[in-house]
């Protein structure tokens, strides 16, 4: 399998996406797809192939697990990273002849996983979200038996992947586990940050350093161009990605800061939803976020509502961005309204240039038409 993918890889330099642009439905992949076949008809074997959620973090260590089951029992296995754009059609596999195909982290688009189980003889997914328990219940009626959709919103991906997987390498009589013991620690207790972030609970202390530390990580996560992921995940620690986030946020939250010189009033949908202060970031949008939650605290502080917003020129009109510190607080209502969205603590939208006007408290005499802060 590695050869293969070293050998796509120095093919795929100078080559776009089938459609245009670069893409995961690329010539390498499709490429990558023909060698396996090639080879696995050579041999005789049956195929198995995964194709996993990308950039998603739990996706790829599903497919890590994944690829050390199939290493161990030497089955020819091909890992294929899965996006929404130019995603892999069913007929991509229909004559790869294809014994098992894995989804992780997904189940694909509209009936993706329900043509693919008509010419292979198992699908498997796994997946963790809400949205996709609510499409199986509306599917289930046509599931077929050869298509098995473990949907399971207590664990993510990952992790309900290593344990299908390690319980399916005991089941073929090897007790070793798909990890060393070093290696069992170390991943064990970074699934422990990935499923706290995926299932949106919160619930570990530094949860918000380990996001930011592994952020970097999701532009990594394509086998096809980077053929060492598997490699690199296993090396990864929690610790050394909570101290790298550790780091980031305070430096973004120390520039935030320098920047929040000449906040202004204004108000909130024309002062239906209260008054809060506001900052420009033209030119440091990459900081909206904590920019907004510094002046959400100042704006409690000076006798207003616990938001603040960061508000910027986007394609013509006013991107705003609102942030809070206040739980009890919830921005997206405003955001809604204008056509926008997000969570309580978090939301944003755009205005046209007349309607921000009308928010600009008018004791302040510099806006987006007067001069630049």
């Known amino acids: 399998m ?12 100078g080559q776009e996406a089938v459609g245009g642009g670069k893409g995961f439905r690329s010539e390498a992949a499709l490429d990558a797809i023909r060698c396996f076949v090639e080879k696995g008809r050579e041999q005789g074997d049956q195929l198995h192939v995964a194709l ?25 296995f091909l890992p294929l990273p899965f996006s929404s754009f130019h995603p892999f059609k069913g007929e991509d596999f229909k004559l790869a002849d294809v014994k098992t195909c894995y989804l992780l982290d997904f189940i694909g688009p509209k009936d993706f996983s329900l043509e ?16 996709t328990a609510i499409r199986i219940s509306k599917m289930k009626e046509k599931l077929p ?19 299908y997987f390690s319980a399916e390498l005991i089941g073929n009589g090897d007790s070793q586990g798909l990890l060393n013991l070093g290696e069992l620690e ?17 619930k570990l202390h530094d949860i918000k350093h380990f996001n930011a530390g592994i952020k970097d990580l999701h532009a990594k996560l ?14 990864i620690d929690a610790s ?23 906040p202004f009033k204004i108000h909130l949908g024309r002062g239906l939803y209260g008054e809060c202060l506001a900052v420009r970031s033209d030119g440091n949008s990459n900081l909206s976020h904590e920019i907004s939650l510094e002046l959400s605290r100042r704006s409690s502080a000076s006798g207003l509502r616990p938001i603040g917003a960061a508000v910027f020129m986007q394609r013509g009109n006013v991107k705003v961005c609102l942030r809070s510190f206040d739980s009890m607080t919830d921005t997206s209502e405003i955001a809604r309204v204008y056509g926008g969205g997000g969570k309580p603590s978090s939301s944003s939208f755009t205005l046209r240039m007349d309607e921000y006007n009308l928010w600009t408290s008018v004791n302040v005499p510099d806006s987006f038409a007067g001069r630049e802060y």
């Open 52 to 76: 996993y959620n990308y950039p998603s973090i739990s996706g790829a260590y599903a497919a890590l697990f994944a690829s050390l089951f199939h290493s161990k029992l030497r089955l020819p």
């Open 186 to 202: 170390r991943v064990k207790y970074l699934l422990r940050y990935i499923e706290d972030s995926d299932l949106c609970h919160r």
């Open 222 to 235: 394509n086998c096809i161009v980077n053929p060492h992921l598997f490699d690199q995940l296993l090396e």
């Open 240 to 262: 050394s990605l909570i101290a790298k986030g550790r780091s980031v946020l305070v430096s973004r939250e120390n520039a935030a800061n320098t920047f929040i010189k000449n």
């Open 2 to 13: 590695y050869r293969i993918l070293v050998g796509i890889r120095r093919r795929r330099r």
């Open 145 to 163: 038996s050869n298509l098995d959709l473990q949907v399971d919103s207590t664990r993510c991906s990952a992790r309900a992947a290593f344990d």
């Open 116 to 131: 693919l189980s008509k010419f292979i003889p198992r699908v498997i997914a796994f997946d963790h979200h809400q949205r």
